[in-house]
């Protein structure tokens, strides 16, 4: 089993709509994130969490939020989607206390029509 | 200037070549750096950390050049398999609080 799943894989919404992407991981990591990847963007911090009561903007926070469930899970929402945010979504777990090494969960594909 | 810049390619080799990609970066503070390997519209996955001693897995080399500020990875003896685009990441705080990524260089191995 995969350690770190995103769902759902693949999404497809209309401008307006508020929709949740979910990331959860059994590596046990404390840190966790949420990028977007856009051809010739790479990958964008949207907002990261140190743990359960920490949760920190990253770079292109705006029309997104999150919410750190448990150390587990980590969720993405969009309030209200727009076409630009259609884009490639990756959750990343790390270990933290020095041990930076990121682990990438498959994505989550997502079209704002 | 971006913060971490690559070129992004493609390089076009032949199977067998020797190949060599670089990644700058804009802090000098910074200190946990890592090459990540991505194939189209997959996750990226961990090839190897960079140390400032540098390192070696099989057929591929990571250097950290600090006075120049930039990291560097070397792949010998190309494969087809090895076709894939290479992300480096830096955490430029210094602090291990988050990296950054380039956005990435492409490789395309050919016969």
């Known amino acids: 089993d995969a350690d770190v799943t995103q769902t759902p894989r693949n999404r497809i919404t209309k401008t307006g709509k508020r929709i949740m992407l979910e990331c959860s991981q059994t590596k046990g990591h404390d840190r966790m994130y949420w990028y977007r990847q856009d051809p010739g963007l790479g990958l964008r911090l949207i907002y990261y969490?140190?743990?359960?009561?920490?949760?920190n903007k990253g770079e292109i926070s705006d029309g997104y939020s999150v919410s750190r469930q448990a150390q587990a899970k980590f969720s993405l929402s969009l309030e209200s989607a727009i076409p630009n945010q259609t884009a490639l979504y990756f959750c990343a777990t790390s270990e933290g206390g020095g041990r930076e090494t990121q682990y990438f969960g498959p994505g989550t594909r997502l079209l704002v029509l | 200037r971006k913060e971490v810049e690559q070129d992004p390619g493609p390089f076009n080799v032949p199977e067998g070549a020797t190949v060599a990609f670089n990644c700058t970066y804009s802090?000098?503070?910074?200190?946990?750096f890592f090459w990540y390997r991505q194939d189209c519209r997959k996750e990226p996955k961990l090839l190897m950390s960079v140390y400032s001693s540098g390192n070696e897995d099989g057929r591929f080399t990571a250097q950290l050049n600090r006075a120049s500020q930039y990291i560097s990875l070397l792949i010998r003896d190309s494969k087809l398999s090895d076709s894939a685009t290479y992300l480096c990441a830096v955490d430029l705080t210094g602090g291990g609080n988050k990296l950054t990524f380039g956005t990435g260089t492409q490789l395309k191995v050919e016969l």
């Open positions: 969490s140190f743990d359960v009561k920490d949760i």
């Open positions: 802090n000098s503070a910074s200190q946990s």
